[in-house]
């Protein structure tokens, strides 16, 4: 809160004055906005973390991805973690008293994880679509931060859409070489 608008408040002398209601509206004003700030950040951390891991992935590459190459690359990052679920359940097989152990995590793993598989399989990631030239090498360019994530042009990106591209793109491959 603002402390102006928090003296302004100790001033006043009935609960319900004109002013005493006046400042409160301000201030819920005031707390719903650094809320909403709040739940963007956190938006943005959360699809910059996703972004990096694909960034971390392509480091090495100078030309875009194939439909083929962008599904597998997908695929590696929903299986990101199976070998923290293999060692999860290590640690319960070892000890019948160690079975809740480590419980709320892989809970939240396997939620993340199914949520994420429905995504792809039905409407889609949000990525960018790095079968595209030009988008692949803005993503090239993205310095990794979270702020700077709304200049890249982020597409739902799923399954269905992947193959489909995939087939017409090897359907104009096959084009070329009859023409040739």
Sequence with gaps: ????????????KH????????????????????????????KANIVGKKLAWFSEHLEDRT???????FES?????????DEELEQIKLVQSINKQRI???????????????????DFNGGGIEL??????KEFSQFQQ????????????LLFISRKRLQSDGESQSEINHEEMVQE
């Design 1 to 12: 809160m603002p402390k102006s608008v928090l003296k302004d408040l100790a001033k006043c």
């Design 128 to 133: 960018p679509n790095l079968c595209d030239a």
């Design 73 to 81: 690359l997908i695929n590696e990052y929903l299986s990101r973690f």
């Design 142 to 153: 993205w310095d990794g931060n979270a702020q700077s994530i709304q200049h890249l042009k």
């Design 100 to 118: 809740n152990q480590h419980a709320s995590r892989q809970a939240s793993i396997k939620i993340t994880l199914e949520k994420e598989v429905n």
């Design 63 to 69: 030309e875009p991805l194939t439909p083929k190459e």
């Design 15 to 42: 609960p319900q004055s004109r002013k005493t209601l006046a400042l409160a509206r301000k201030m819920k004003k005031i707390d719903k906005r650094e809320k909403k700030k709040i739940g963007h950040a956190v």
